[in-house]
């Protein structure tokens, strides 16, 4: 029975340390919707070996994110809305991934509760077969819907190389994969959009003190460079 027990304890340490994501300097991350829209949420960073990372909800699937640029305000509008199709484009693509892992999930599940009532050498075999028919599920998930998509495709085998010998990768395919794409969209940018849709006067009066802020911060700038950051932080925030 202790054996069995560091077996399932094991598994489900490395499923919530893979839902620790490193966050490099300069960077931000945006999560993803099913439909593929980024959007801005709010994460405590945490410090972990020097590193800051945030932590996913290791049970919802979709919630998942991308490294994007952090204070990038420049912005061309058809690179936008382009990077806004293959994100969309991608996120449908890899929701197969999402569902086979909540399958898989549940499916080791079962075998955990089956483990402890009888014992685990009753499961093994069973384990196992269900395990590499889940993968070969995802092997082809991956030349069905990730061909046309933008990844490295060296490191999409790799990750399914370690899939195969690690279930909680299994698991996590859908935000591994998605965490192999890097955006140029400026999370700042894109939360004061959204800041901008929303009917909400404290939401106004926080972005117009940020204006007022800025502009007063231009007034005493000579640096260049951060003049230009000013201005396009000024005009982000302009209705």
Request: charged letters at 25%; glycine letters at 2%.
């Amino acid at each position: 029975m202790k054996e069995t027990l560091l077996f399932w304890v094991t598994l489900l340490a490395f499923l919530v340390f893979d839902n620790l994501i490193v966050i490099a300097k300069g960077k931000d991350c945006l999560t993803i919707s099913r439909r593929g829209r980024p959007y801005y949420k709010s994460r405590q960073r945490n410090s972990f070996a020097r590193r800051d990372v945030v932590f996913l909800n290791p049970i919802n699937l979709f919630d998942r994110v991308i490294s994007v640029e952090r204070v990038t305000l420049s912005e061309d509008t058809r690179r936008y809305k382009r990077e806004l199709r293959l994100l969309e484009s991608l996120a449908r693509d890899l929701n197969s991934f999402a569902y086979l892992g909540y399958l898989y999930f549940l499916y080791i599940i079962i075998n955990c509760y089956l483990s402890i009532v009888f014992s685990f050498e009753a499961i093994f075999v069973n384990l196992l077969v269900g395990h590499l028919l889940i993968w070969i599920c995802a092997v082809v998930f991956a030349f069905l819907f990730l061909r046309a998509q933008e990844l490295p495709k060296g490191k999409v085998v790799s990750i399914l190389v370690e899939a195969l010998f690690v279930p909680a990768y299994l698991v996590n395919l859908n935000k591994k994969f998605l965490r192999l794409r890097e955006s140029d969209i400026c999370a700042l940018r894109l939360h004061i959009r959204a800041l901008k849709r929303v009917a909400d006067d404290n939401a106004d009066l926080i972005r117009y003190e940020l204006l007022n802020q800025t502009n007063a911060a231009l007034d005493e700038e000579s640096d260049p460079s951060k003049t230009a950051l000013l201005q396009g932080f000024a005009k982000c925030l302009k209705v």
